[in-house]
């Protein structure tokens, strides 16, 4: 899964023109690249990020899914929280929703069981602006799966598809780095819960922390982190850097494929 961020800060100042332009050229690149799906948002959710309205959301987000609906091959999954936001996004193409606040918002749930396309439910401690601050678990691994755990259940009674359901511990959200290394040691684990996993690790602070790089020297960082997760049973690895990525799943798939 390719990473598109539309947020402000992502395009610079060249205006929306610009913006459209621009990401879908690059998601046309991470498709060349071998990403599967593309993930685009509208509203950062790095820590410290304050919210937007979902009008400015949909602004940025829709026409974009539009233009990527018409010139990709791949699905385009739109990385939401707010139910206004899937609706138009889906109506403009969109066949995923990766949502980092799993469906908690009113009207989330039957919005995506009204929609029916597949949806990844991520766990988040806390809020983007503040998550960061004190974040604490008792057992990190069985507090974020029986969240999850609860959060599908609560997708199941609203008729969604066991089968359209991926879940994501939520690597960085409400974590501290020992947390999300504990998470990433046991996430075989989450692979059992009758879902897919994702796993957002790409480019993010732990990587900083452990190898003191800045966010765009991270690549080695996140392509390690990736392969681990991929080991460890993740079945979609949300990652900025495609090309790298693939080839790095190619060794260790074609080492470890075969039976002997
Ligand atoms: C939007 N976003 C940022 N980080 C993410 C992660 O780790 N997982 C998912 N599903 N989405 C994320």
């Known amino acids: 899964m390719g990473i598109l961020n539309v947020t402000p800060d992502s395009f610079s100042d060249g205006g929306r023109f610009f913006a459209q332009d621009a990401a879908v050229r690059r998601a046309l690149a991470m498709q060349q690249a071998g990403a599967a799906i593309i993930d685009i948002g509208g509203e950062s959710t790095r820590p410290g990020a304050l919210p937007v309205s979902a009008e400015e959301e949909m602004h940025r987000v829709v026409p974009i899914v539009q233009a990527l609906h018409s010139e990709l091959?791949?699905?385009?999954?739109?990385?939401?929280?707010?139910?206004?936001?899937?609706?138009?996004?889906?109506?403009?193409?969109?066949?995923?929703?990766?949502?980092?606040?799993?469906?908690?918002a009113e009207g989330a749930v039957q919005t995506a069981a009204d929609l029916g396309v597949p949806l990844c439910l991520m766990h988040m401690q806390g809020e983007p602006r503040t998550m960061q601050?004190?974040?604490?678990?008792?057992?990190?691994?069985?507090?974020?799966?029986?969240?999850?755990?609860?959060?599908?259940?609560?997708?199941?009674?609203?008729?969604i598809a066991a089968r359209n359901i991926l879940v994501d511990p939520g690597f960085g959200f409400g974590k501290t780095l020992e947390h999300n290394l504990v998470l990433l040691r046991n996430l075989a684990e989450f692979a059992h819960m009758g879902a897919g996993v994702l796993a957002g690790i790409s480019r993010k602070s732990m990587l900083g922390v452990l190898t003191g790089k800045e966010t765009n020297e991270r690549m080695a960082a996140s392509i390690a982190a990736a392969v681990l997760a991929a080991e460890r049973g993740a079945v979609i690895l949300r990652v900025h850097d495609v090309a790298e990525t693939v080839d790095a799943l190619s060794v260790v798939n074609a080492i470890t494929g075969s039976e002997k």
Do not use: H, W
């Open 133 to 159: 601050q004190s974040p604490q678990y008792s057992d990190v691994v069985e507090e974020v799966k029986s969240f999850l755990l609860a959060r599908m259940a609560c997708c199941r009674k609203a008729g």
């Open 73 to 104: 091959d791949i699905p385009v999954s739109v990385d939401t929280s707010k139910p206004e936001v899937m609706r138009e996004a889906v109506r403009a193409g969109a066949g995923m929703i990766n949502d980092v606040n799993a469906l908690r």
